[in-house]
Structures are given as structure tokens and as C-alpha cells.
């Protein structure tokens, strides 16, 4: 009953996600129509301008798109079940005040390697986890209050430095906007990085879909069957933390989805993660495809920072959901 | 034929003494009630026969294992424990939160099969629980969702059965039909009750365990521990125990302070 259900979830999900690709490669500051790329892919000609708009451009950032919305969700909706609150989200152990710091660092000390930015802000956020990580640990514990308290209060001490940083630096509009977030000069150099620690890292988190869905029942009847509570914390926690930071390397600081999009997808799919881990994983792909395609079209040429229109679209959509609700969001 | 050996269990929350010296041993089919007042450490002690909190010093035994050096998931597919607090916000239907009872048997990469539901649906039988299939657990009254997880735990399959104040949350038919579950259980497996009402525990139960501020004061057959003296020990009640005339059934009756004087 159940698994078709999900089964017809997930394929609708995924011709969303295809329609989804089709329909935002063809817009753009230049338009070229679907059928247009339809016959691109099957080999027909078509002028070289466009298949470049398309292979180097549109189709990459598209997939960096996918990736990070699909990671940021599925962390936010890992955390919310591992930590049983709803206000948890990628971020909240201390991964986008690592990264942004790391980021900061690095565009204000005007390094311009290749790549540098992204690496530094990805060390930069594992330093952060393993910091909050650490100091929340109380005897071979860590109870998910001192966890989240511990991320507040490294992420306002890393949030510090970063304003301090940007304060001190000449690099200011560079590094704001850094972190507000974006695709933008996504190129396949990025996906080919970001793939595979998203890709799989999400896959090992789907296979521990079933545990955390018994550790919804609490910490202690997941023990009582069977769940090694503290080392199954700490692996989704590190799952969750490499995912995040694979994806704000590359897009910046993107908010609003990995809170938002895995409380919509539960309101959709129900509470099992076994559907709401792939689920939350192409919608949150989808929307972030979206928000930038909203970013990169609405003042063109100029772009804006996807992270508000995530939030500036997101959010009412959001508060729709929670007020047209009559039980609970959160459960 | 299982055998849990409880070899004296010293267990300290930091550097207070909760348990001190606690032993007993239980086979196959024994239904033994633990009793005592609030805070006598009766659900630290099924906190620590199910391996939650590790004692600081002595040994417990399953079958000759050790339950401490056993893997998590290991120990669950002999040991269940309903607890008393079962706060469930997320909208699981009851099926699928019996069904997680199965989780200890399922590897990483099984999906349940019918084996499983077969299994599920018989402990939801056994529980009256059939007719919530459908429900979700976040609307159920507190004694439906005890018997839900009664159900759960019962799908594990357990060898040994810990039950923390299962009837607490219940009314007068529930206790009993709880209790008589209880009896119809034990021939399989070892139950342990920690129970409040000692009417209750003197009916059900085949052997009590009597402790007050982490020791044991008594333990043994029902009319050697629920004695006026062991109660008036542990409970600083007057009580008269008797059997009832007409139900034969051993109970206490509280007469309270007032008596004191005779």
C-alpha cells in the first residue's frame, strides 16, 4: 500500500525534476525554445552560440542548482528528525558560520587560486561542526540541547570575525554577497566536485532512513530497539555536516531551504523518511532551480542572491501551509 | 529454557547511590513485580536490566551472555521494554509504529515482509489494538497508545519483557486485560513489571521484589513479602493484608496513620 504510494511520489517527482531542467535551460537573457534543446540533445544542428548558452552556461549551474537544493534539504530534514525539532536546519551546527568565515577569510585576504574560496569555506565549516561537536560532548554524549546551544554560540563567536573581516576588508561587496548566496559562475569543474560528496552522501543517509524514523519515537525507545543512539547521532551528523558544506562551498550561504522545504515535503509525503529523504532530496532540487532562475531573469542582466528568493518566495508560501493547517506542522 | 541472572548491581546517577547490591535471578515464565515507593529506584533498575545506564559495578546475564558486552540491536531482539513516557508528535499510523518493533530483526537493506506484518498483526491482536491499524498514533488516548506500544515491544519478539507502570496510564478494565496479557505472555518469555498498585502485583505476579531507596528489602513469594510489617517498613502505611473472601485474592488495604493507636 504504502511503497506504491511512494513509488508513485517519487516518479512524479523525478518527470518534475526533468520538466524542470527542460523549462529553465530555455530561459534565460536569451530564450531558446524547449524544442530547440530537445534537438540539441538528439543531435539535430543548432546555432553554436546556443549550445553554448546550454553545455557551458545554463546546464551546469542547473546542476549545481539541483545538488544544493537537494543537499541543503536533506540535511535540514536529517537534523529535524535527529534533533526532534522543527527549527533545526543545515546550518545549526555551526556550518554556515564556519563556511562564511572560511569564505571571508579568503576573499579578503584576496587569494585568487582557482577553487580557493570553496576549499576554504568547506574547511571552514568542518572546523566549525567539529568545534560545536566537541564542546556539546558530556561524557561520550551529546544531549541535543547542549548541541544546539553549542552551535548558537559558536556561530555567533565565527559570525564575529566574519563582520569583523568584512569590516577590515576591501572586498566587501564581494564577500556580502558570498554570503547571500548564488549559483552564479557555476561551471562543471564545480559539479564534478560537489557530485560525488553529494551524491553519495545523500545514499548513505537514505539507508539509514528507516532508523531514523525510529529515532522519532525518542532516544531511548530507539535504544530499546536496537539503534546505537550516540554513534548513529554522530554519523548522521557528520552525513548531514559533509553534504551542507560540499553545497555552501560552491553556492554560499543559501537559507530558508533546508529549513523550509523539508517541513513542506513532510506535509506532503507524511513523517517516513524512507519517502521524505528522496523526496525532500528533488524537491528541494527543483525549487532551488527555480529561485535561481528567478535570480538570474528577474533584473537581467543583472543577478540577484538566490538566498531572498528563496526566502522572499518561500516564506509566504510557507506561512500559507502553516496557517491553512489545522493539526500540528511539526510531527 | 532462558535464565536472567541479576548479580549485584551498584549504579550511581554521579555520585548518588540509586541502586545498591541488587540481585535476583529470573527463568522462563516468571512474571516478577517490582515494588516500592516513589523514587526507590524501580525504573533505574529496568533502565539498567535493558543496558539504557550502565551500572557501576556487577553483572547481568542472559541465557550466560553478558548484556553489556552485547550489541545494541542484538540485545533488542531478546529484550523489549515499555516505558512510561511514549510521547509520539509524528503522524506514524499505529501499523507502522508496531511495525518499527521489527527494526532489531531487519538488516540495513530488508524491507519488511509478511513474515514481519504477520508477526505485527498478532501482537496487535494480542494488545486489542487491531481496530487502531489505520489511526495515527498522535490521536490516541494514553492507555490506547500504552497498548500500542505494548503491541511494539511485542513485536520484538522479546525473551525478556520489562514493563515500567504498564497499567498507570489505563482504567479498571484496561489494568486487567493489560495484566491478563501478561499472564498469557509469561509462559514464553520473563516478564518484569515495576507496578504501583499492589493489589495488582499480588495477583499477577509470581514472585515480588520489595525495594526501598535502592535495596532490596524483601523478595520472594507474594505472602512472604507483602507483609504489615514490609509495608509499614517501606510505605509508612498501616495496611491490612488479607485475602478477599470472595476472590481469594491476596490485597492491601491502606487504613493510614489513624490505626496507629490499636
Keep these: 500500500m504504502r511503497p506504491n504510494r511512494w513509488k508513485l511520489i517519487t516518479v512524479c517527482l523525478i518527470i518534475l525534476t526533468g520538466l524542470t531542467i527542460l523549462l529553465t535551460m530555455a530561459i534565460g537573457t536569451v530564450y531558446i525554445p524547449p524544442s530547440e534543446i530537445v534537438g540539441l540533445f538528439l543531435g539535430r544542428d543548432v546555432p553554436s552560440s546556443h549550445e553554448t548558452i546550454i553545455f557551458q552556461v545554463r546546464l551546469p549551474r542547473i546542476c549545481l542548482g539541483l545538488l544544493v537544493g537537494a543537499a541543503l534539504s536533506v540535511a535540514g530534514a536529517t537534523l529535524q528528525g535527529l534533533f526532534k525539532n522543527p527549527m533545526a536546519d543545515p546550518f545549526i551546527i555551526g556550518i554556515s558560520s564556519g563556511a562564511g568565515l572560511g569564505a571571508a577569510f579568503c576573499i579578503a585576504s584576496g587569494i585568487v587560486l582557482s577553487y580557493a574560496t570553496p576549499l576554504m569555506a568547506f574547511i571552514g565549516a568542518s572546523i566549525a561542526v567539529f568545534l560545536v561537536y566537541n564542546i556539546a560532548r558530556v561524557g561520550g554524549k551529546v544531549p541535543v540541547d547542549t548541541l544546539l546551544l553549542s552551535g548558537i554560540a559558536v556561530s555567533y563567536f565565527l559570525s564575529a570575525i566574519t563582520s569583523f573581516l568584512m569590516y577590515m576588508s576591501e572586498n566587501l561587496h564581494q564577500i556580502v554577497f558570498w554570503l547571500m548566496g548564488g549559483l552564479g559562475g557555476s561551471g562543471w569543474g564545480h559539479v564534478k566536485i560537489a557530485f560525488p560528496l553529494i551524491f553519495f552522501g545523500i545514499l548513505i543517509i537514505y539507508f539509514f532512513a528507516r532508523d531514523m524514523n525510529v529515532m522519532l519515537l525518542g532516544e531511548e525507545a530507539a535504544q530499546h530497539l536496537g539503534i546505537e543512539v550516540e554513534r548513529f547521532k554522530r554519523v548522521m551528523m557528520l552525513l548531514a555536516s559533509l553534504i551542507t558544506a560540499a553545497a555552501v562551498s560552491f553556492s554560499g550561504l543559501i537559507g530558508f531551504v533546508g529549513l523550509v522545504i523539508p517541513h513542506i515535503v513532510r506535509l506532503l509525503v507524511g513523517p517516513d523518511h524512507r519517502i521524505l529523504i528522496p523526496s525532500s532530496a528533488l524537491f528541494g532540487g527543483i525549487f532551488l532551480v527555480w529561485a535561481d532562475t528567478l535570480a538570474r531573469t528577474i533584473f537581467a542582466p543583472t543577478e540577484l542572491p538566490v538566498g531572498i528568493i528563496t526566502a522572499f518566495f518561500g516564506a509566504p508560501f510557507f506561512i500559507y501551509l502553516l496557517r491553512s493547517r489545522k493539526k500540528s506542522i511539526f510531527g | ?262
Excluded at chain 2, 125 to 145: A, F, Q, V
Design chain 2, 1 to 262: 529454557m532462558v535464565m536472567l541472572k541479576i548479580d549485584s548491581i551498584d549504579f550511581y546517577y554521579g555520585t548518588k547511590k540509586v541502586l545498591e547490591k541488587i540481585s535476583f535471578d529470573a527463568d522462563d515464565g516468571d512474571i516478577i513485580g517490582i515494588i516500592g515507593p516513589n523514587g526507590s529506584g524501580k525504573t533505574t533498575m529496568l533502565r539498567v536490566i535493558s543496558a539504557i545506564q550502565k551500572p557501576r559495578s556487577g553483572s547481568i546475564f542472559l541465557d550466560g551472555t553478558d548484556i553489556f558486552k552485547l550489541k545494541q540491536k542484538e540485545l533488542a531482539r531478546k529484550l523489549a521494554m515499555v516505558s512510561q513516557d511514549n510521547n509520539i508528535s509524528f503522524d506514524f499510523s499505529v501499523f507502522e509504529v508496531v511495525l518499527m518493533g521489527r527494526t532489531p530483526h531487519l538488516g540495513r537493506f530488508d524491507y519488511e515482509d509478511e513474515h514481519d506484518f504477520e508477526i505485527v498483526r498478532h501482537a496487535m491482536e494480542l494488545t486489542g489494538t487491531s481496530y487502531l491499524k489505520d489511526r495515527s498514533i498522535t490521536e490516541l488516548s494514553g492507555g490506547e497508545k500504552q497498548r500500542v506500544i505494548m503491541a511494539r515491544a511485542l513485536a520484538q519478539k522479546p525473551e525478556v519483557l520489562l514493563l515500567d507502570e504498564p497499567t498507570s496510564h489505563l482504567d479498571l478494565s484496561y489494568q486487567l486485560e493489560i495484566m491478563e496479557l501478561v499472564k498469557k505472555l509469561a509462559p514464553d518469555m520473563i516478564i518484569i513489571i515495576a507496578i504501583h498498585d499492589l493489589n495488582l502485583a499480588a495477583r499477577y505476579c509470581d514472585r515480588i521484589v520489595l525495594i526501598d531507596d535502592g535495596k532490596i528489602v524483601s523478595i520472594g513469594k507474594m505472602e512472604e513479602v507483602m507483609t504489615r510489617e514490609n509495608i509499614k517498613q517501606v510505605f509508612k502505611v498501616d495496611a491490612l493484608v488479607e485475602r478477599h473472601p470472595i476472590t481469594n485474592f491476596c490485597h492491601v488495604v491502606p487504613i493510614g496513620n489513624e490505626f496507629k493507636k490499636e
